[in-house]
């Protein structure tokens, strides 16, 4: 299963909205068959392995990480092929919560005299599909909240000055981050202030989805963001003359439910998100995006990266909300410290998060 899980994550960030799958396929003598699900639209996992295995699939055990589907999508069912091939016993990490399959894999292959073995590394499975299953289970993306910040907590200077806080390896990481996940949000401020590409750089990789945050829409048709794919979100009505103008560059506008301050509604933004099919969000905005998804406790993980400086008064992360007692202070579970040529990375989890993943779902 160790193995079915390496192979799967193989697969981060270029199979959205499908799952992350690894199979391996064990016969009498060993190893006959591997694969991953690369690509949307390309074989399944267990497929490919089956492929690769041939007629030495008869007899064996697959071990995959999560349940075979049984419904027809871009490719067939793997459920009945892995009948057909003769497995004689299959190895499941999870359930698949989409709700046509849902269980409904693992009764077709035992109806057919298939062994199952069900839950085994359940809870790994779960985390390398977190987004996956954030978005099946819970309506909404896996957000990550990414910062860049000095030792006294800083993002900017008074100036708005923030080219660069920290080093070249923790860009580079950051930027690691991005292929990673399917998306990737700032909001206004951070265009008009830095008009960033939110592209992959200084290292091979993929471009997430780039999402703004732009409740009157300001968002300038000359901005480099203004261009095929991005997705904007506002909230006030809007001048016929820039939204045309946005369209033309091939900008996706969606006017979003205000929250009490005007601004899109997070939990809307989210839910919109996750019927586009993005299963996982990299927030990079400055102090006011971050702090509004702090203050609502719509994150799932943390990753900062603190430089070894001081900078003095300036752009804050708590700059963003305002909590009046240190007892509701928001907590992270901290799940890594990591030195970067100097500079620190710390991921972390929401403890909510952690505890709904880790929740044996069976």
Known sequence: MRAALSLALRGTGRVSPNPLVGCVIVGPGGLVGWAYHGEVGGPHAEAA????????????????????CR??????PCAPRIIGAGIARVVAGMADPDPRTAGGGFA????????????????RCRYINRGFLSRVERNRPWV????????????????????WITNSFSRVRAHLLRDANDAVMVGIGTVSADDPLLTVRDTDGRDPIPVVLDPSLRMPPSARLARDGTIIFYSREAPAEIL????????????????????????????KLAQLGVNSLLVEGGPGVLGSFLAGRLFDGLAL????????????????????????????????????????WLEGVNPCSQDWLSARRG
Do not use: W
């Open 305 to 344: 990266f603190l430089a070894p400086r001081f900078s003095g008064k300036g752009h804050g992360i708590g700059d963003g909300f305002v909590l009046d007692r240190l007892a509701d202070a928001i907590g992270v579970r901290v799940e890594s410290i990591r030195d970067l040529d100097g500079d620190l």
């Open 144 to 163: 990550i909240l990414k910062m860049a910040a000095t030792l006294d907590g800083n993002m900017a200077m008074p100036s708005g000055e923030s080219r």
């Open 71 to 76: 419904h027809h999508g871009r490719t067939p």
């Open 108 to 123: 077709m292959m035992r109806e057919a005299g298939v062994e199952v073995t069900q839950g085994v590394l359940e809870e």
């Open 49 to 68: 392995a089956l492929e690769r295995a041939g007629e030495r699939a008869r007899g064996a055990t697959l071990y995959v990480n999560l349940e075979p």
């Open 244 to 271: 045309k103008a946005l369209r033309a560059k091939g900008c996706i506008l969606y006017k979003i439910e205000a929250d009490r301050t005007g601004r899109p509604s997070l939990e809307s933004v989210l839910e």
